[in-house]
C-alpha cells in the first residue's frame, strides 16, 4: 500500500465509524447546508469516537500534503493562510452576512446595497469565500447561506474570535520574527510582533484605550472557553472547589468575569473577586447577572502592583500567565506573597507544553501554535510542568508545588502550589 491510499483508507474508516454512530443515533449528519449541526454531533466525552475524529482530521490533512508534495504543499499553505483571510475579513468587516437572509437569498447588487460594499468587491469576496464554503452561489450573481456563513452572522460564539484574529493577532504574527531579529533577548511584552506593527504598545495597553476592541477581546475569550479543549467545565468538575466550603476566590486577569460566573454557578457556597485591569472590570460589572451581584466583586487591578485583595483562599490564574514573559509571571506571583495566609492556594489553569507524542496529534497542533502566537503577541510562551514548578521556586521558596494535572479532554492543566510560609526559609 502506497502512503497515499494508505491516508486515504485510514480517513475512508474513521469516517465511516463516525457516520454510522450519527445515523445509528439518528442524529444530524454533517453538511454544508445551511441547518447543518454547528459541530460533529459526537459526545465529547466518548474517547473513541474522538480519537477518531482527530485520526480523520490528520489523514485529511496529511493526504492534502502528500497529494500536492513539499514545494507546492508549502507554497499553497503559505499564500492560503493570507490570501484566505482577506474574503473572511471583508465578509465579517462590511457585515455580508447580516446582507442575507438566512433561509433566503440576496443578489450582489442587494448585499451591495445593504452593506455599502461596492457589487464587484462583494462578488470577488464572496466568489473566493464559497470555495471554502462561506456562501455559496445559488445561481449567478444570487447568494444564499451555507453553515459557514451562517456561524459568521452577529451574535455567534466564532464571529469575535475571528475580528480579533484578523484585526490584532494576524499583524502580530506577520511580525514575529522581525522581533526575533531586532531584539531577540527581550523580555518585554512590548518588544513582541504586536508592538512592531501597533507603534511599541503591548496589547494591553491597546486594549486599555479601545475599549469596543477590549469588548471583542473580553467576548472572545469567554467563547474560547466554550470550546472542547478549553471549556471551563473541565476546571468546575476537576478541581476539588466542595472541599474549599465558605472560601473566597480571587480570579486574576479574570476578564468579564466569565470564569467565576460559571464556577460560582456549579458552587454556590463560593465567592469571587474578579481583578483584571479597571476597563475590563467595569464592563465585567454591568455585565454580571443581578444575582450574582453578592457573591462576584470586581476590582479594576493591575498584576504588576501588590494584591490588594488580603487572606482570600485561593488566587487563581486561569490563561493569563502565558501571555507575560517569565520575569514578569514571577513577579505577578511575588505580588501574592504580602496578602497570602498560610494555606493560601495558588491555582493555574493554563497549558502544558507537551512533548510530541504524549497528546493527540490535534492538541498538540493546537498548543505548539497557541505556543508561537504567544510569541508573535506577547514575546511570551506555553511552558512546560518543569518550567511551572521552577517559576514558584524563584518567586518564592515558602510556595510548595503540590501537583499538575491534565484533566480529560482539556487542554488546560491544573497547577496548584500552596503558601507554606513556616515549612522553609
Ligand atoms: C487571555 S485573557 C484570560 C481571561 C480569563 N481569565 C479567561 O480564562 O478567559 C487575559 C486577561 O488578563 C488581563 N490582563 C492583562 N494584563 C493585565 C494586567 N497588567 N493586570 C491585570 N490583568 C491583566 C487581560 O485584560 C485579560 O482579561
Redesign the pocket.
Known amino acids: 500500500m502506497s502512503a497515499l491510499t494508505e491516508l486515504a483508507a485510514i480517513a475512508s474508516t474513521e469516517a465511516q465509524k463516525l457516520t454510522n454512530y450519527i445515523k445509528s443515533n439518528n442524529l444530524p449528519l454533517p453538511s454544508f447546508e445551511v441547518d447543518a449541526p454547528g459541530e460533529l454531533p459526537i459526545p465529547s466525552t466518548d474517547e473513541d469516537l474522538q480519537a477518531s475524529k482527530i485520526r480523520l482530521l490528520k489523514a485529511a490533512q496529511d493526504l492534502q500534503a502528500l497529494a500536492l508534495g513539499p514545494a507546492e504543499d508549502l507554497r499553497w499553505k503559505a499564500w492560503n493562510q493570507y490570501n484566505d483571510n482577506i474574503s473572511l475579513h471583508a465578509i465579517m468587516h462590511f457585515r455580508l452576512p447580516e446582507a442575507v437572509p438566512v433561509n433566503g437569498t440576496a443578489t450582489f447588487a442587494e448585499i451591495s446595497q445593504k452593506t455599502g460594499l461596492k457589487e464587484p468587491l462583494v462578488m470577488r469576496f464572496v466568489r473566493h469565500a464559497a470555495i471554502y464554503h462561506v456562501f455559496k452561489e445559488v445561481s449567478s450573481g444570487v447568494v444564499a447561506h451555507t453553515a459557514g456563513s451562517v456561524a459568521l452572522l452577529d451574535g455567534s460564539s466564532v464571529r469575535d474570535w475571528l475580528d480579533m484574529t484578523f484585526e490584532e493577532w494576524a499583524p502580530a504574527s506577520v511580525y514575529a520574527v522581525k522581533q526575533l531579529i531586532q531584539s531577540p533577548d527581550s523580555g518585554e511584552q512590548s518588544d513582541a510582533g504586536f508592538g512592531i506593527a501597533f507603534g511599541g504598545q503591548t496589547i494591553?495597553e491597546f486594549?486599555a484605550q479601545n475599549p469596543d476592541r477590549?469588548r471583542v477581546?473580553?467576548l472572545s475569550?469567554?467563547n474560547?472557553?466554550k470550546g472542547a479543549s478549553h471549556k471551563?467545565e473541565h476546571l468546575i468538575t476537576n478541581y476539588d472547589w466542595p472541599s474549599l466550603g465558605e472560601s473566597t476566590v480571587v480570579?486574576?486577569?479574570?476578564?468579564?468575569g466569565?470564569?467565576s460566573l460559571a464556577i460560582a454557578k456549579a458552587h454556590p457556597k463560593l465567592k469571587f473577586v474578579v481583578?483584571?485591569?479597571p476597563g475590563?472590570t467595569a464592563q465585567g460589572e454591568e455585565m454580571l447577572p443581578a444575582e450574582f451581584k453578592d457573591r462576584i466583586s470586581f476590582i479594576g487591578?493591575?498584576?504588576?502592583q501588590l494584591q490588594p485583595y488580603k487572606g482570600a483562599d485561593v488566587y487563581m490564574?486561569?490563561?493569563?500567565l502565558?501571555?507575560w514573559p517569565d520575569k514578569y509571571v514571577v513577579k505577578f506571583i511575588k505580588n501574592l506573597v504580602p496578602a497570602l495566609k498560610p494555606g493560601s492556594k495558588v491555582l493555574i489553569?493554563e497549558g502544558v507544553l507537551p512533548r510530541p507524542g504524549e497528546v493527540s496529534d490535534w492538541d498538540y497542533k493546537v498548543l505548539t501554535s497557541l505556543d508561537l502566537c504567544m510569541l508573535a503577541m506577547f514575546n511570551s510562551k506555553e511552558r512546560t510542568v518543569e518550567e511551572w514548578e521552577g517559576l514558584f521556586k524563584e518567586a518564592d521558596p515558602r510556595f510548595a508545588f503540590q501537583y499538575a494535572r491534565k484533566p480529560e479532554g482539556s487542554l488546560l492543566w491544573i497547577i496548584e502550589a500552596v503558601w507554606q510560609p513556616t515549612e522553609s526559609p
Open positions: 494591553f486594549l477590549a477581546f473580553g475569550m469567554s474560547f472557553s471551563v480570579d486574576l486577569g479574570g476578564s468579564h466569565h470564569i481583578e483584571d485591569l475590563t487591578h493591575d498584576l504588576n490564574f486561569r490563561s493569563v502565558l501571555n489553569n
